[in-house]
Every structure is written in C-alpha cells, then in structure tokens.
C-alpha cells in the first residue's frame, strides 16, 4: 500500500500528534529521493525499530555548491513512493520549499571545529551548514525519536549526530551499514550518472580502499599506502582524488596508524562524477 505524500508542515503534524497520543514511537529517515537498496535497508532498520516510520524527501538546495549538480540530481519522486509501498511507511514527507525555506528565512545551524574543518569540508564551504541547517528542521518538524543514516556519509553522520547533540534535540541518530553493488562500489543516487563503463570503473575505489586498509592493520605507514592508491586510482581512470584518509573514527583527527579505532575516508573524481565512500580499518598493535 502506498504511504500518504504530504506536503505542508500541518498534515505531517496532525499525523504525528495522533500517534503520540496513541503512545506509539516514530522513526524519521531523511533523504533527498532517487531511492536505492541502500534507502530501503534504513527504511527496513526504522521498521524494526519503531511504531511509524516517515521517509522525508526533499532535495536540499543549500548542502549543493555547484548549481548544475544541483539542477542534475535525479529527481523521481512517482519511482521512490513506488519502492516504498512494500515498506508499509506511514507517511511520505515530500516538504513544498516554503515549508523548510519560508520568505524572509535567516538561519543557519553550523557545526565546527574538527569534524567539519577536514576532508568535505574545505572541498564543500557550506555544504554541512546546509545539511544540519535541513536536517534540524526536519527533525523537529517530525518529532521523531529515532533517525536512520547511512554509514556511507561518515562524515555527515557525524556532523547530524553532534548537531542533535548539542541543540539537545531529543532524538537518536542511528547509523546504518553501507549497502553496496555486487562490485564493491557502495550504493548513491549519483550512481545513476554513472556509464555501464563507468560502474566497472567505479569499483576501483572500494578495491583500492581495501589494500590500503588492510596494509595499514599491518602496520604499513599511510604515508606510503596513500601514495600508492592515488597512484592505482589513477591507473583506472580516476581524476583528481580529492582526498584518500587514515582518520579517527571518533574525532576524524587525522592518523599514521590506525591505533585506534578508525576510518578510510575517501572522495574522487571519476568524469563528472564525485564518488565518495568509507571503511573501517581494523586496529593495528604497536
């Protein structure tokens, strides 16, 4: 059965405080549509842990820095209701842009310090403001006691999660596995820009970020596997590697040794496309 789309901010709370009174719980999971198995695998953790689930679509003009990326995304809201039926979501929220952007809006949530200052960050001024800018609001304008993201946006994860914490927002941020191609290659909306020649190329970067992981466990200095993979992802096609690194999965310091527990945060260029991806790296003992 296909979920109610709302689209102003009245019907989703008329629907939500329904369900309060009812004592039931409610799970939130954002996106900007063009859904894939990825979507769908939050969708199904949110099922499992609450009574409602509410799917939010809405394509984000200020987390874009390049305005033709913006005016590319895919759009395909009649496909994405369509993938969530089996689901049983209890509620599509397709927001007008009045409803998160009214005339005369003038406010910005910004995270800063070390999480925000690295990697995305200086590649994409502004983007993180626009990300927990949208994503407050839609928490809020959900009410929801648990939102579901995934891993593959480490850094955002992140970046929702201090954001939640810090405005004391009463929500649990959830992170979620990164769901991927049978190639290695983990599951984006962008992927649908990608060639049949691309994909197979795409799958490079995950293949790549396996060797690196595995030498630094073994206690090869990043230095050196850094180098290396640049020099791999080149080999297959691959432009300019925006950044590839060994980070602290908890601060996103950046690290020799994966001493502690850390992350593979990687970020490329494959034609027109800006493929981004994470792992864990096992910890090394020295």
């Known amino acids: 059965m296909t979920a109610p789309i709302l689209r102003r901010l009245d019907g989703l709370r008329t629907r939500t405080a329904a369900w309060r009174r009812a004592g039931e719980t409610i799970a939130v999971v954002p996106t900007m549509g063009a859904l894939h198995a990825g979507h769908l695998s939050l969708v199904e953790a949110a099922k499992a842990a609450c009574d409602r689930v509410i799917v939010t679509i809405f394509v984000n003009p200020k987390q874009f820095n390049n305005a033709e990326d913006l005016a590319n995304y895919p759009r395909t809201e009649h496909e994405d209701a369509a993938k969530l039926a089996p689901y049983g979501v209890d509620a599509i929220y397709v927001p007008d842009p009045d409803q998160i952007y009214p005339d005369g809006f003038a406010s910005t949530v910004a995270v800063t310090g070390s999480i925000t200052d690295v990697m995305e960050g200086p590649f994409r001024p502004g983007h993180f403001?626009?990300?927990?800018?949208?994503?407050?609001?839609?928490?809020?304008?959900?009410?929801?006691?648990?939102?579901?993201?995934?891993?593959?946006?480490?850094?955002?994860?992140?970046?929702?999660?201090?954001m939640a914490r810090d405005l004391d927002i009463p929500i649990e941020v959830v992170g979620c596995p990164t769901v991927r191609e049978a190639s290695g290659l983990a599951m984006s909306s962008r992927n649908l820009r990608l060639s049949e020649a691309a994909l197979t190329q795409a799958a490079a970067l995950y293949a790549t970020m396996q060797t690196a992981a595995t030498g630094a466990a073994q206690g090869e200095p990043w230095s050196a596997l850094e180098a290396e993979a640049r020099r791999s992802l080149a080999a297959a096609g691959f432009g300019e590697v925006e950044y590839f690194d060994l980070r602290c999965a908890e601060s996103l310091k950046a690290l020799d040794y994966p001493d502690r527990p850390a992350r593979l945060l990687a970020a490329a260029w494959l034609g027109d496309i800006r493929l981004i991806d994470n792992i864990e790296v096992a910890q090394v003992r020295r």
Request: hydrophobic share 45%; net charge positive.
């Open 129 to 162: 403001e626009g990300v927990a800018t949208v994503v407050a609001k839609l928490f809020l304008q959900t009410s929801a006691d648990k939102a579901f993201f995934g891993q593959k946006d480490y850094q955002q994860l992140m970046v929702v999660t201090r």
